[in-house]
């Protein structure tokens, strides 16, 4: 009897976590228009549905891309992963220069939103257990740390 319900219990955990990463609702046609009229030349395109926008990911000239426009086809904020050598003098100098120069430095985004512009998003580490995102702007500005989970 155990086995049964050990397996049943599997089974609908399974279920629910698929059923949780499907589709809620189809993409509208003005942000997928809004999407191929701001970025024309892409391949392989995904879309995820984050409730409050929707989430694209793409490639473009070999190089994959996030981005994010709202429910009526509003661009948000576009991002990409890039190799440290990428950042710019200023923004190393910046974070060589913050209090965080002891942390692990993890990975490197360019971030361009429609709000804030371009900034360079850092994902740093301490001791494996303490996380943050550091976001700078292309002078090298602190804009602001972010703890993340």
Known sequence: MKKI???AATVL???AFNGAQAQLRKVPAEVTEAFKAKYPDTKNVEWKDKLTTFQVDYEMGGIKYESRFSNKGEWQQTEKDISRDAL???VK???SKSKYTDWELKT???VESRDDGIQYRLFIRKSGVEKKY???DKD???IKDAITI
């Open 5 to 7: 319900f050990s397996v």
């Open 13 to 15: 955990v399974f279920a």
């Open 88 to 90: 710019p003098a200023e």
């Open 93 to 95: 100098d910046g974070y």
């Open 108 to 110: 490197v985004s360019w």
């Open 134 to 136: 550091l976001y700078f």
């Open 140 to 142: 090298g500005k602190l």
